[in-house]
């Protein structure tokens, strides 16, 4: 599929929406599947446009990127955002404590991350990329 690139903001998460489920359509997932990896790439781009660039008073883009292959869909969606590692927010430990001893916030960043087969963060010099893989032939991908 071609890159979709978006503003930063708010307003484009529709259109990122339709671009995860026709990826997710090509790729032939399951509605769960595909809904569960809407719901996480969702939660990614919103945390990009909220902290990465509203917080931070930046204006930038967003580029996803959709590549299949025989195992896979993979969803790459890269940024200039503040640069934040997504995999180092919440531990499991942190959802042992109580309401009250638990730091506010990262509960969806975890979820989507779970929400995945795999999840990988990289940094390029001013560029994030926040990559989700689901499996086409199992895992979350045939439940």
Not at 79 to 90: A, E, R, Y
Request: neutral net charge.
């Amino acid at each position: 599929m071609e890159p979709l690139t978006v503003p930063g903001t708010l307003d484009s998460l529709k259109a990122i929406a339709e671009y995860v489920m026709a990826a997710a359509m090509v790729a032939g997932l399951n509605k769960k599947t595909s809904y569960r990896l809407r719901l996480a790439v969702d939660e990614i781009a919103t945390n990009i446009i909220n902290y990465g660039y509203k917080a931070a008073n930046r204006e930038g883009i967003l580029i996803l990127k959709a590549d299949l292959d025989d195992h896979s869909l993979t969803i790459a969606i890269k940024d200039t955002g503040v640069p934040f590692n997504p995999t180092q927010k919440l531990t499991p430990d942190d959802l042992n404590k109580s309401l009250q001893e638990r730091q506010i916030g990262g509960l969806g960043v975890y979820l989507a991350l779970n929400s995945v087969d795999r999840f990988i963060y990289k940094q390029d010099g001013n560029q994030n990329c926040n990559i989700l893989i689901v499996n086409r032939d199992n895992g979350l991908g045939t439940s």
